[in-house]
C-alpha cells in the first residue's frame, strides 16, 4: 500500500473517529431508534382490533414508523383516531430528529476547531505529528516555527510563575 493510501485511510479513521465521539450523532440515533420503537408500539396497540386496519403486527407498525417520517410513502394508514395522533407526532418527531442529528452533526464537527480548550490543541498537535511524512518542507518549515514559538512562550510562562513564587516568598 502506497504512504499516500496510509494516510487516507488514517485520516478517514480519525475523521469517523471524531465524528463518533465529539459529535452528538450517536447519541442522536440511539434517541431516534428508541423514540421509533416506542412510536411503533403505541401505533400498534392503538390500531390493535380496529376495524379495517393494515397495521396488524408490530413489524407492520415498524415499517409503517420508517415509512411515515422517510416520506417513502405509506402504504398503511392509521384508522383510529389516536392512532393518527400518534402517528403524526413520529413523522414530526421522527423528521426533526433525523435532519436535526444530520444538522447538529455537521456543526458540532466545524464547530469544534472554533473551540479551544487544551484538550483539543493537544489532539491537533499529535493528529498533525502523525501526518509529518505527508508534510511538505515548507509546512516542515511552518511546524519547526510554530514549534519554537510554543517552547519560547512555555519558558515565559515558567519564569513568570518562578518570579511570582519568588515575590510571594519574600512577602
Known amino acids: 500500500m502506497s504512504r499516500r493510501n496510509r494516510g487516507l ?10 465524528v463518533m465521539i465529539h459529535t452528538p450523532l450517536i447519541k ?3 434517541l431516534l431508534l428508541t423514540l421509533w420503537l416506542l412510536f411503533a408500539a403505541g401505533l400498534y396497540f392503538a390500531e390493535r382490533g ?13 415499517y409503517w414508523g420508517i415509512a411515515a417520517f422517510s416520506t417513502a410513502g405509506i402504504a398503511d394508514m392509521p384508522v383510529n383516531g389516536i392512532s393518527e ?15 436535526g ?11 469544534r476547531p472554533l473551540q479551544r480548550p487544551s484538550k ?8 498533525n505529528l502523525e501526518q509529518l511524512d505527508d508534510l511538505s518542507v515548507e509546512e516542515l518549515e511552518v511546524l519547526r ?5 510554543l517552547i519560547e512562550h512555555m519558558e515565559r510562562v515558567k519564569l513568570k510563575r518562578t ?9
Do not use: H, N, P
Open 85 to 99: 395522533v400518534i402517528g403524526g407526532l413520529w413523522i414530526i418527531l421522527g423528521s426533526m430528529l433525523f435532519f
Open 9 to 18: 485511510r488514517r485520516r478517514s479513521r480519525k475523521f469517523i473517529w471524531d
Open 163 to 171: 518570579a511570582r513564587s519568588q515575590i510571594e516568598s519574600k512577602i
Open 28 to 30: 442522536m440515533a440511539l
Open 50 to 62: 380496529a376495524e379495517g386496519t393494515t397495521i396488524t403486527s408490530y413489524g407492520r407498525a415498524l
Open 120 to 127: 483539543q490543541i493537544i489532539d491537533t498537535i499529535e493528529y
Open 145 to 149: 516555527e510554530t514549534t519554537d514559538t
Open 101 to 111: 442529528a444530520i444538522v447538529a452533526t455537521i456543526t458540532a464537527y466545524f464547530m
